[in-house]
C-alpha cells in the first residue's frame, strides 16, 4: 500500500491538510504501507517561500513521519512537481500523439465571449467554433506553435459516456462525460495544470490509494478519463468529509477569522496547544471506532492505538463541525497525562 499526502506551498499547513495528512499516516500504518510527502508547487503565483518548510515541520511536529519526500528522498522522486516537468511534457505528447489531447490558440476574452453566448464550458460542442487543433488544419497548428503563439493542451472528451469509481467512503459515484469540460492540461506557461500532474505523479509514484478532501471529488472524473487515456489502473479513492464551521459550512478561512478560529496548525502551536490533543481531535473530525471494536466509545488515543483502530471504512459522509471548546477539552486532558504525579 501506498499513499501521499500532497499540500500546495501556498501557505502554512492548514488544519484540514493535517487531517488529511493524518487519515494516510493511519492508513499506511495500519496497512505496513508507505507514506509518501509530495510537493504540488506548480501554482507560482501563489507560491509562499517558507511554507514546504512550514509543512515539513508540522507534520514532525505532529509525529506524522515520511517515509519518502523532498528531504527524505526514495527511489520515486524527485517530490516536488516543479521538478518533474520533463515527465509532464513527455506524457502530454503521448495524448497528443493519439489523437486523445490538442492544441488550443483560444485568447481569454474569445473564451469569455464563447462562456458568455453558450452558458457552457470548452466541451465537444462549443470547441467547434473556436481556434484549436481540431478545427484549423495541421500546418495551420504548427505554423502557431513554431511562431509562439500562446497555447494551451487541452483533453479531448468524449460526450454522452460514463465516469463511475467506487469511492471507499461514499461507495458507487458516477458523472456524466457532458459535464466534463475539455480540461486544460498544459497551460500556456509550459506547466502542468493541477489535474496532470496529480495523474502522472499518483501513477509512476506508485500510489495505490487516494485519501483526500470531499472538495476534490468533481475533480476525481477528470482524474479517471486520464487514467483511462493512459491506459493505466486508477489506484482506491477515499473522499473525506468536509471540516464544517460551528454554524455549518465549509471552514473557510474567513469563517474561522471571524470566529476566532486559527486555521494554521503553526497558530495552533504557537498558543500553546499539545500535538496529541490535536492530531487526537482531527482524528475524530469524520472518523470513530466501530462499534464492535476494542476502541469503541473511546476519545482519546496514542498515535500508536489510532493506527490499531482506524479502518477507513469507518469514516463517515457527513460534515463534522469544528467545536474549539472540544479541543480545548483534548489539550486540557493531554497537559493532565503529561504532568508528573507529585
Known amino acids: 500500500m501506498r499513499v501521499r499526502f500532497a499540500p500546495s506551498p501556498t501557505g502554512y499547513l492548514h488544519i484540514g491538510g493535517l487531517r488529511t495528512a493524518l487519515y494516510n499516516y493511519l492508513f499506511a500504518r495500519k496497512h505496513g504501507g508507505t507514506f509518501v510527502l509530495r510537493i504540488e508547487d506548480t501554482d507560482r503565483e501563489r507560491f509562499v517561500e517558507d511554507a514546504e518548510a512550514d509543512i515539513l515541520a508540522m507534520l514532525d511536529w505532529a509525529g506524522l513521519s515520511i517515509d519518502e519526500g523532498p528531504d527524505t528522498g526514495g527511489a520515486a522522486g524527485p517530490y516536488r512537481q516543479s521538478e ?70 487541452r483533453l479531448k472528451v ?73 491506459g493505466w489502473t486508477p489506484p482506491g479513492m477515499a473522499h473525506l468529509p468536509l471540516i464544517l464551521s460551528p454554524n455549518g459550512g465549509k471552514l473557510s478561512k474567513r469563517k474561522a477569522d471571524k470566529m476566532g478560529i486559527p486555521v494554521s496548525v503553526r497558530q495552533y502551536v504557537d498558543a500553546g496547544y499539545e500535538a496529541p490533543a490535536l492530531v487526537n481531535f482531527l482524528a475524530m473530525l469524520g472518523w470513530s471506532p466501530g462499534g464492535d471494536s476494542a476502541y469503541a466509545d473511546r476519545e482519546t488515543f496514542t498515535l500508536d492505538e489510532l493506527v490499531d483502530a482506524f479502518h477507513v471504512s469507518e469514516i463517515g459522509q457527513s460534515g463534522a463541525k469544528f467545536d474549539l471548546d472540544k479541543l480545548d477539552w483534548y489539550n486540557a486532558n493531554t497537559i493532565r497525562e503529561l504532568t508528573p504525579a507529585g
Open 84 to 153: 518533474r516537468a520533463e515527465l509532464y511534457q513527455a506524457h502530454v505528447q503521448q495524448l497528443i500523439d493519439a489523437g486523445l489531447a490538442y492544441h488550443a490558440f483560444d485568447s481569454k476574452d474569445a473564451l469569455d465571449a464563447m462562456r458568455e453566448r453558450t452558458g457552457q464550458g470548452y466541451n465537444a460542442q462549443t470547441r467547434q467554433e473556436m481556434e484549436n487543433a481540431l478545427t484549423l488544419d495541421a500546418d495551420e497548428v504548427q505554423r502557431r506553435i513554431d511562431a509562439g503563439d500562446s497555447y494551451v493542451v
Open 158 to 230: 468524449t460526450p454522452g459516456e460514463s465516469v463511475r469509481f467506487e469511492d471507499h467512503v461514499r461507495g458507487e459515484v458516477e458523472f456524466s462525460t457532458d459535464d466534463i469540460d475539455d480540461q486544460v492540461l498544459l497551460k500556456s506557461d509550459g506547466l502542468p495544470t493541477y489535474h496532470l500532474a496529480n495523474v502522472v505523479d499518483d501513477h509512476h509514484m506508485g500510489i495505490t490509494h487516494v485519501i483526500r478532501g470531499e472538495e476534490w471529488l468533481p475533480s476525481t472524473p477528470k482524474h479517471i478519463l486520464l487514467y483511462e487515456a493512459f
